[in-house]
């Protein structure tokens, strides 16, 4: 009897961690989803960036699932989301952050918490715009609000938001080459060996796709947006100070930690930790993120 009792307690436990992938089909795209933890529990929103998937939060999500529903989707045309033909299908963060609230509409979300990671944010921060009230905490690691982060790495593509020329558009292919993928993987990271590079051959496997390139380069193109929006997601932090901790690799070429400092401006209930990794931190320092991460919300998400 002990046995059977000490077996079926392992099971609910492990029924709760198990990581589900999962398909919705929003306003007619299929967006591919990972899901774990109670279903009664506080949602934990993951949000990845460039040119990942939810593929980059495999590790987090069972570290969070034992107290959290931890939701994680692909955008159109990353992972295993349908990936439509762009002649139709408008690859703006606009509509990446309607799909992602359509998707929070049909799990029945009302208030999460949300990690946002490069493109990430400026979908977050939509979110966050239109549902101010829903974020009950943000998780920031190498996602911009601030002009000051979009430092020599964003010049070339500066000069395509400015004139949205061919050439300058042409100027950008080597942002979808492998050694780019690899690069943020790899550039800021003390131990390379600690990074499996399975990471960076399905990013690649995905982008190779006929007409993926285009895509990048159509949402390359479409954050100049998020620029003008940065006012507003700043007046955001400052009226409803949501909790906020901050977790960004210090040695990120793309999103360097000039663009996270400037959050001490405007937020006052902030954590602020530079991680002495890259871009993807989360694939080398989890082990110091983790425990600042669960740390937080456990503090943070149990007071509301």
């Known amino acids: ?12 436990k492990d029924d709760v961690t198990v990581t589900h992938h999962r398909t919705a089909k929003v306003d007619g795209t299929n967006i591919f989803y990972r899901e774990a933890g109670p279903k009664d529990a506080p949602v934990v929103l993951l949000l990845h960036g460039f040119p990942t998937s939810s593929h980059m939060f495999r590790n987090l999500i069972p570290a969070l ?5 931890v939701i994680a989707p692909d955008y159109p045309g990353y992972g295993h989301s349908d990936m439509p033909d762009r002649a139709g299908f ?5 509509h990446l952050a309607e799909l992602v609230d359509g998707l929070l509409g049909q799990l029945g979300v009302k208030r999460f918490a949300m990690y946002v990671m ?3 944010a400026p979908v977050g921060w939509r979110l966050a715009l239109k549902h101010p009230d829903r974020v009950s905490a943000l998780i920031v690691q190498n996602g911009n609000a601030y002009e000051e982060g979009l430092k020599a790495f964003w010049d070339p593509i500066k000069t395509y938001w400015a ?16 050694e780019s993928t690899k690069a943020q993987y790899t550039d800021g990271v003390a131990d390379v060996s600690r990074i499996a590079p399975d990471n960076w051959v399905q990013d690649q496997a995905l982008l190779d ?9 159509d949402l390359l193109y479409d954050y100049r947006t998020n620029l003008p929006l940065y006012p507003e997601v700043q007046a955001y932090f400052r009226k409803y100070q949501p909790p906020t901790l901050i977790v960004w690799g210090e040695n990120d070429f793309i999103f360097p930690p000039d663009g996270a400092h400037p959050y001490k401006r405007d937020l006052k209930d902030l954590e602020f930790h530079l991680i002495p990794t890259g ?11 983790v425990p600042l991460i669960r740390d937080f919300l456990e503090r943070k998400l149990t007071r509301q």
Request: no cysteine; charged share 30%.
């Open 118 to 120: 490069d493109y990430g």
């Open 1 to 12: 009897m002990t046995t059977a009792i000490a077996e079926k307690t392992k099971s609910r």
């Open 65 to 69: 699932a034992d107290r959290y529903r």
């Open 279 to 289: 871009h993807f931190a989360l694939e080398d320092r989890a082990g110091e993120m």
């Open 163 to 178: 004139d949205g020329s061919a050439e300058s558009r042409k100027a950008l292919n080597g942002f979808v080459a492998p």
């Open 90 to 94: 408008a690859y703006t963060f606009d």
């Open 209 to 217: 796709r006929p007409g993926n390139a285009d895509i990048q380069l």
